[in-house]
């Protein structure tokens, strides 16, 4: 199982939009809409903000939305906010039981 | 409320065993998996496997079986990350979360995490 492929950083100004991809393969993403999105502020734990796929996790603003396309998943944040700033993580369940986590990517906001 | 609280920080040296823990509140613990996530200092997350508390059952990623053994104790609803034998390359973060969805595809709850060091 090799780590799901993300772009190490991506930026914004405030009020923009930003779109942060996922790569995988046919045995994890593109096999399953098992998708999942996770946030992690500085020091902090995780925190799921997208799952299967697309569907926000309780709490989250509508800012947040998720999508797929073949082996490609995408997460992306609409109307930056200057909180959204972290580090973001795609997961994909790759068969067996198992999960994968892709290498993160850093989100600043300008 | 559901909780994972996750045992304190452990400071040891290599060659030691250790074993850190993850007690589940506020929810039929025996009814999710139980996973473990490690990130290593500057890095991101790896899946290191799961626990289901219901029969014990364990699944391991291929990079960390025979590495850690993963357990449970459901009587008091608490799982376990265990090394016989710590490295300096295991200093980490380690994070438990509780599995959801079909085949525990995505992890709703996390703990706190522990931070492991394995220094001399």
């Known amino acids: 199982q090799s780590a799901l492929t993300q772009p190490p950083s991506a930026s914004g100004s405030p009020g923009q939009s930003v779109t942060i991809s996922c790569t995988g393969t046919?045995?994890?993403?593109?096999?399953?809409?098992?998708v999942s999105w996770y946030q992690q502020h500085p020091g902090k734990a995780p925190k799921l903000i997208i799952f299967e796929v697309s569907k926000r996790a309780s709490g989250v603003p509508d800012r947040f939305s998720g999508s797929k396309s073949g082996n490609t998943a995408s997460l992306t944040v609409s109307g930056l906010q200057a909180e959204d700033e972290g580090d973001y993580y795609c997961?994909?369940?790759?068969?067996?039981?198992?999960?994968?986590f892709g290498g993160g990517t850093k989100l600043t906001v300008l | 409320e559901v909780q994972l609280v996750q045992s304190g920080a452990e400071v040891n040296k290599p060659g030691e065993s250790l074993r850190i823990s993850c007690k589940g509140s506020?929810?039929?613990?025996?009814?999710?998996?139980i996973d473990w996530v490690r990130q290593m200092p500057g890095k991101g997350l790896e899946w290191m496997g799961r626990?289901?508390?219901?029969?014990?059952?364990?699944n391991y990623s291929p990079s960390f079986h025979g590495h850690v053994t993963i357990s449970v104790d459901k009587s008091i609803n608490t799982a376990y990350l265990q090394w016989s034998s710590l490295k300096a390359s295991d200093t980490a973060m380690y994070y438990c979360a509780r599995a959801e969805g079909v085949d525990g595809n995505f992890l709703d709850y996390w703990g706190q995490g522990t931070l492991v060091t394995v220094s001399s």
């Open positions: 506020g929810y039929s613990f025996t009814t999710y998996w």
């Open positions: 046919s045995s994890d993403i593109g096999g399953y809409n098992f």
């Open positions: 997961s994909s369940y790759a068969g067996s039981m198992h999960l994968v």
């Open positions: 626990v289901d508390p219901s029969d014990s059952y364990t």
